[in-house]
C-alpha cells in the first residue's frame, strides 16, 4: 500500500505525523469547554408576556390568541403552543428543523411588532428568546441574613450583588426567588378618600403633577456656563407626605389636603407574592444562567470564587453562599467517563501485552490510542464540540476499535517477522497485504455512524457529535495503522522475547483454540446447510428475548437531587399553602439521605398563584448514602401522604434533554372540541392512572380553578349616572392591582411610587364603596353601577395549535418501564375517549426508536455499497453482513440478562455493535479472496484464512470487550446512560464471535464465485 510504503520509507515524515496529531490535539483539548449535554439549539422560540393583574382568560383573550393571529402566517412553524396564567402569557414557538432558528428569531420578532399595534396599552413588549439544551441554571445562591429586614436586603441585592454577578465572564443573568423590588409605597386609606371626596385617579394624578423633574436648560454668559435644575421630585417619605392634592377630578381643589392625610407613605417594598426558605430559614434565591457555548464547570467556579469576595463585604448576620451547584454531576459524569477512558486504556494494554508477548509490540500497538484519541480532541475543537457525556461516550467506546486496526496490522506483520523476513521487509509485506481490510473495516464503520448526522428530531442534533467524534476517531485510528504502526514496526519489531510463564499460557490457550477450532470449522464445512439452520435457529429464538426487555426513551440517571411541587386546594391563600409546605420541610429535615432542601411557595413576579409551590432536595453524595434517589422518592412519598389538605409531587425522574416538553417520563395533552369534556375525560384518566400503580404524582395544571369576583357593569346605570366603564375599570386596577404613579431616585437607584389600597381595604366589601367621578363632576360610589357577583376562573390556560387542551404530567413508580406505562395509557384512552378527542404524546417512544431503525438500515445500505465497491463483488458484502444477525441477537440477550431497556441509548449501541461485528467477517472473506487469486481452491483457501485470522480475531475481540467492561460494571455519575451502551457491544461482539468463526466460513462456500478477472487495457 502506497501509505505504508511512503511511511516507512519517510520514518520522520512518519513521526511528525504522529507528533503534529498528539499536540494539536491537547491544545484542542485544553479549549474545549465542559457541558452536561452538546450545545444545541431546540429547534423552538419562547415568547413571554406580563400583563400585570390579570386572569388567564383575559390574558387568553387580549394577549395570545392577537399574537397567535399574526405568528401563525409564519412559515416552518410545526407547533405552536401557549400559556395564559395569573397576569402572564407565555408561547412556544416549534420549527421544522430545517429552519434556520437565528432568521426565525427574526421573523418572529418582526412579526410581533405588527401583533403589539392589536394588544392593550399596557402590555409591554413581550421577551423573545430561543430554547437551549444548556439553558438551565448552573446553580443556585442563597442570600439569608439575620440582621437586615426584608427592605434592606433586597436593596443589598440590587444594588450591592446583582451586579457583581452579571460581570461575571461566562453569566448571561441573574434571577431572584423571593425578591422583592424596593419601592414607595401609597397606601390609601379607602374612608379617607369618602371622607374628603376623592378618587383614587386624583391621587395618582396628584404624584404625577406633584412629583417630576424635567430639564430646565441653563443659564449662559460669554464666560460661563450653569445648568439649571428644577428638584420637584419627591425625595424622602416627608416629601411625599406634604404633597398637597390640588385638584379633585380636574377640577381645582381649594381645601388644602396632603397625601398623608389620605394614604400611609411609607418605604417598603412589592406586594408579597414568593416566600422563599432553605433548609427552614428565610432566603433570597438566585438561579445563574451562564451564556450559550461557554465551559460550565468554569463558570460555575468563577461564581464561586466572586461569592467569597462578596461575602467578605457583607454586613454582619449576612450570608451569601452556593446552595444548590448542578455542575457537580457534570464534574462526576466527566470524572467518570474519564476514568472509564482511562481504565479501558489500561485493560486493552493488558490484552495486548498478553496475545503479543513483547512489550515492544505492546507499546506500537498503544500508541495508536494517544494518536487516535487526543488527535481527535484538535477535530472537536475544530467543529465547536465540547466535553460532554456524548462526545467522551464516543471516545470511551472507540478505544477497542482504534486499537483494532494496530492490532491486525502489526500481527501481520508479526506474522511474516516469523517466517524468517527482517522487519523492514516483514513490514512491506505485512500492511501491503492487510492494508485493504485495514480501510474496508474502517469504511464500514464510517458508513454505519455517519448517518446518525440524518437522525430526524431533537435526538439526532445531540447524537451528532457522537457519531462524527466516533468517526474522526476511527478515521484516525485507520491513519495511524496504514502510516505509523507499520514504520515503528521496521524501526522497532522485536519477535524474539519468549514472554514470562502467563504469555505461554495464553499462547497454549491460543494455539488449542485455534486446533480446535479448526477441526470444528472441517466439520461445519462438511455439514453446510445444517449448520446455516442451526445458526438461523439460534437466531429467531434470540430474537424472541425482546418481548422481555422494556423500552423507554432514555435512562433516568441518578443526579443527587429531586424536584418537588406542592399543590393546595384551588383558592387557597399564600399562608395556607405555606403553612402546609412547612409541615413538608418538618418531615424532610429529619430524612439522614438529604443534604439540603428549597422551598419557594406562592407565585413568581407577574402571577399570583398563591396555592403553588416548588421545592428542590439535594441529597447527599452517592458514596454517602444506601439508597439512590428513586428509593428515597419512594420512601419520601409514603411519609409525606400523611399531610392533608396539600397535594405533594416528588418529581425523582428529570426525563432527558432529548425528551418530552416538560421534562417528565409521561407527558401528554388531552384536545378535543370542548374544554369541560377534556377536563372531565382528564380526571377519569387521572384515576385510572393512579389506580394501575404504573404512575405516581399525575397531575395537570390545566384544570385548577381559582375564586374570583366578577365586577360586572351595569351600562344603563352607569349611562345614567354619567359613569363611563373605563372609570370603573381604572378605579379597580389602581386599588386593587395597583399601579406605578411615578418614579424617585434613592441612592443612585430609580424606584416605583407604588399606589394602592391599603391591605386590609382590599376586600370585596371595601371596594363596592370606592368613589368614581363621573363626566358631570358628581361623586358615585362603585356600587351604584356595578353587579359583584362570584365565581370561578381558569387557574391557567393551556393552548395547542391555538385550541385549548390539557397537559398531564406523571411520573413512574418504582421499577416500573416507561413503554408499559405508555402502553396502558393508549389502551385505556381507547375506551374513555369519544370520538373527537385525542391524546397526543410530547414525545413519543416507538417513534424515536424506529427513528433510529431507519438510521442503522440507511447504514447498511451505506455500507453494502461501500464493501461491495471495495470487493467488486455483490455477493461478498451479504457474507460479511452474516455477523450482524448474530450481533443483534447477543445485544438484546445481553439487555434481558442484565434486566436493561431498549432505549435510544442502547440503540447506539446496537448500531456501534454492528459496524464492529462486521471486521471478524471482513478479515475472513478479505483474505480468502487473496489466497484464492493467488490460485488456491475455495475450501483450502477458506480453511487457511480462517487459521491465520484466528488470533488477530480473538485478539481484536478481547480488546474490544476489554474496552467496553469499565462502562458496563462501574456504577457512578450517569452511568445508566453507559451501561446499556456497553452490554449490548459485550454481549454482541461476543456471541457475534462465536458463530461468525462458523457461519461465515460456510455460507461463503455456497454463495462465491469464481473470483474476478481485473480488465486491463492492452
Known amino acids: 500500500m502506497k501509505l505504508s510504503s511512503i511511511s516507512i520509507k519517510n520514518p520522520v515524515f512518519a513521526w511528525m505525523l504522529m507528533f503534529s496529531l498528539i499536540l494539536f490535539g491537547a491544545l484542542g483539548f485544553t479549549k474545549l469547554g465542559i457541558n452536561e449535554n452538546p450545545d444545541v439549539d431546540y429547534p423552538s422560540i419562547s415568547i413571554s408576556y406580563e400583563y400585570e393583574g390579570a386572569t388567564p382568560e383575559v390574558v387568553e383573550k387580549d394577549v395570545l390568541e ?90 443589598l441585592f440590587k444594588d450591592g450583588i446583582i451586579d457583581q454577578l452579571t460581570t461575571i465572564e461566562g453569566v448571561s443573568e441573574v434571577r431572584a426567588f423571593g425578591a422583592r423590588d424596593p419601592m414607595m409605597r401609597v397606601d390609601v386609606k379607602a374612608e379617607k378618600l369618602e371622607q374628603y371626596q376623592l378618587t383614587l385617579s386624583d391621587i395618582v394624578e396628584t404624584l404625577k403633577r406633584e412629583s417630576v423633574e424635567l430639564p430646565a436648560g441653563k443659564f449662559e454668559t460669554p464666560e460661563t456656563e450653569t445648568s439649571l435644575r428644577v428638584l420637584g421630585e419627591g425625595r424622602t417619605v416627608e416629601d411625599f407626605n406634604n404633597m398637597i392634592i390640588n385638584r379633585r377630578g380636574g377640577r381645582a381643589n381649594y381645601v388644602p389636603i396632603r397625601l398623608s392625610d389620605v394614604a400611609h407613605i411609607y418605604a417598603g417594598v412589592e406586594n408579597r407574592t414568593r416566600i422563599s426558605r432553605v433548609n427552614r430559614t428565610p432566603s433570597l434565591s438566585m438561579p445563574i444562567y451562564k451564556q450559550r457555548g461557554v465551559n460550565a464547570v468554569e463558570v460555575a467556579d468563577r461564581v464561586k470564587e466572586r461569592v467569597k469576595e462578596i461575602s467578605n463585604n457583607l454586613p454582619e448576620g449576612t450570608n451569601l453562599s452556593v446552595n444548590f451547584d448542578r455542575t457537580s454531576f457534570i464534574r462526576l459524569s466527566i470524572n467518570e467517563l474519564l476514568q472509564n477512558l482511562l481504565l479501558s486504556v489500561l485493560l486493552t494494554s493488558l490484552v495486548c501485552w498478553l496475545f503479543l508477548n513483547s512489550m515492544s509490540a505492546t507499546i506500537n500497538i498503544l500508541l495508536a490510542i494517544p494518536t487516535a484519541i487526543i488527535g481527535t480532541f484538535a477535530f472537536m475543537y475544530l467543529m465547536g464540540f465540547s466535553l460532554n457525556t456524548f462526545s467522551l461516550l464516543g471516545l470511551t467506546l472507540a478505544i477497542g476499535i482504534v486499537v483494532d486496526d494496530a492490532i491486525v496490522m502489526l500481527e501481520n506483520i508479526v506474522r511474516y517477522a516469523k517466517k524468517g523476513h527482517d522487519k523492514v521487509q516483514a513490514s512491506f509485506k505485512g500492511s501491503s497485504e492487510i492494508a485493504f481490510a485495514v480501510l474496508a473495516t474502517t469504511a464500514v464503520l464510517v458508513a454505519i455512524f455517519a448517518p446518525i448526522t440524518m437522525m430526524p428530531g ?76 442451526t445458526s438461523l435457529v439460534v437466531i429467531f429464538v434470540s430474537f424472541t428475548s425482546l418481548n422481555f426487555i422494556d423500552k423507554e426513551f432514555a435512562p433516568e440517571s441518578d443526579r443527587g437531587f429531586m424536584f418537588v411541587i406542592f399543590i393546595a386546594p384551588d383558592g387557597k391563600s399564600l399562608d395556607y399553602t405555606n403553612a402546609k409546605v412547612k409541615e413538608y420541610e418538618a418531615i424532610v429535615e429529619k430524612n439522614e439521605n438529604v443534604r439540603r ?51 405533594i409531587i416528588i418529581r425523582d425522574r428529570m426525563g432527558s434533554a432529548i425528551g418530552g416538553r416538560r421534562g417528565s417520563p409521561i407527558e401528554f395533552t388531552i384536545t378535543g372540541p370542548d374544554a369541560e369534556i377534556q377536563a372531565q375525560l382528564y380526571k377519569q384518566l387521572e384515576k385510572e392512572m393512579r389506580e394501575s400503580k404504573l404512575m405516581v404524582g399525575v397531575r395537570s395544571d390545566d384544570i385548577g380553578e381559582l375564586p374570583e369576583v366578577h365586577i360586572i357593569p351595569d351600562r344603563i346605570k352607569a349611562q345614567q349616572r354619567g359613569v363611563e366603564v373605563r372609570t370603573i375599570a381604572e378605579a379597580l386596577n389602581v386599588g386593587v392591582g395597583g399601579v406605578s404613579a411615578t418614579k424617585y431616585t434613592e441612592r443612585g437607584r430609580r424606584y416605583d411610587v407604588f399606589v394602592q389600597l391599603k391591605e386590609e381595604d382590599r376586600t370585596r366589601e371595601n371596594i363596592s364603596s370606592l368613589l368614581l367621578q363621573n363626566n358631570r363632576g358628581e361623586f358615585v360610589t362603585l356600587n351604584d353601577v356595578v353587579k359583584i357577583e362570584d365565581a370561578f376562573g381558569p387557574q391557567s390556560i393551556y393552548r395547542e395549535n391555538r385550541a385549548r387542551g390539557i397537559r398531564v404530567d406523571a411520573n413512574l413508580n418504582t421499577d416500573v418501564a416507561q413503554s408499559k406505562a405508555i402502553a396502558f395509557i393508549k389502551e385505556v384512552s381507547k375506551n374513555v375517549l369519544p370520538k373527537g378527542y385525542y391524546i397526543k404524546f410530547s414525545k413519543d417512544l416507538n417513534e424515536s426508536l424506529f427513528s433510529v431503525l431507519m438510521i442503522m438500515v440507511l447504514g447498511l445500505v451505506i455500507a453494502y455499497m461501500v464493501l461491495a465497491s471495495q470487493f467488486n463483488s455483490f455477493s461478498d458484502p451479504i457474507t460479511v453482513f452474516l455477523a450482524i444477525p448474530f450481533g443483534l441477537a447477543g445485544s438484546f440477550i445481553a439487555l434481558w440478562l442484565s434486566g436493561s431497556t431498549l432505549n435510544i441509548y442502547s440503540m447506539i449501541g446496537i448500531l456501534l455493535t454492528m459496524g464492529i461485528v462486521k471486521k471478524t467477517s471482513i478479515l475472513i472473506v478479505e483474505f480468502s479472496n487473496q489466497l484464492r487469486d493467488e490460485g488456491k481452491e475455495l475450501t483450502d483457501a477458506i480453511l487457511v484464512a480462517c487459521e491465520t485470522r ?36 459485550i454481549g454482541g461482539v461476543f456471541l457475534s464471535t462465536i458463530f461468525t468463526l462458523i457461519v461465515v466460513p460456510c455460507f461463503y462456500s455456497l454463495i462465491a464465485r469464481p473470483r474476478r478477472k481485473i480488465l486491463e487495457e492492452v
Not at 411588532?113 to 437551549?132: C, F, I, M, Y
Not at 499462547?507 to 464445512?525: E, H, I, M, Q
Not at 396555592?611 to 419520601?636: C, H, M, P, W, Y
Not at 480473538?954 to 456497553?982: C, D, K, Q
Request: charged share 20%.
Open 597 to 647: 432542601m428549597i422551598v419557594a411557595v406562592g407565585g413568581g413576579r407577574g402571577a399570583t398563584t398563591g396555592n403553588r409551590g416548588f421545592g428542590v432536595l439535594i441529597l447527599k453524595d452517592r458514596n454517602e448514602r444506601t439508597k439512590t434517589q428513586f428509593e428515597i422518592a419512594s420512601d419520601l412519598r409514603k411519609e409525606l401522604a400523611g399531610i392533608e389538605g396539600i397535594k
Open 950 to 985: 484466528f488470533r488477530p480475531i480473538i485478539m481484536t475481540t478481547f480488546t474490544t470487550l476489554a474496552s467496553a467492561l469499565p462502562a458496563a460494571i462501574i456504577v457512578g455519575a450517569g452511568s445508566e446512560t453507559r451501561r446499556p451502551m456497553a452490554l449490548v457491544i
Open 66 to 155: 392577537p399574537a397567535e393571529s399574526i405568528l401563525v402566517s409564519m412559515q416552518g412553524i410545526k407547533d405552536m403552543t401557549s400559556t395564559a396564567g395569573r397576569g402572564q402569557g407565555r408561547i412556544e414557538l416549534e420549527f421544522s428543523l430545517d429552519k434556520n432558528i437565528d432568521f426565525a428569531l427574526q421573523e418572529v420578532q418582526t412579526l410581533l411588532g405588527r401583533a403589539q399595534r392589536l394588544l392593550p396599552d399596557t402590555v409591554e413588549t413581550p421577551t423573545v428568546t430561543k430554547s437551549n439544551a444548556a439553558d438551565d441554571p448552573v446553580m443556585y445562591l442563597a442570600l439569608v441574613s439575620t440582621t437586615l429586614n426584608e427592605r434592606e436586603l433586597n436593596i
Open 458 to 533: 431533537i435526538e439526532g442534533r445531540f447524537f451528532r457529535e457522537f457519531a462524527l467524534t466516533i468517526c474522526i476517531a476511527v478515521s484516525l485510528s485507520s491513519l495511524e495503522a496504514l502510516t505509523l504502526a507499520p514504520m515503528r514496526c521496521s524501526q522497532f519489531l522485536n519477535v524474539a522475547s519468549e514472554g514470562i510463564f502467563i504469555h505461554h499460557w495464553v499462547d497454549s490457550a491460543v494455539d488449542f483454540g485455534k486446533r480446535t477450532y479448526v477441526k470444528c470449522l472441517n466439520f461445519a464445512l462438511g455439514h453446510r446447510i445444517k449448520i446455516l439452520l
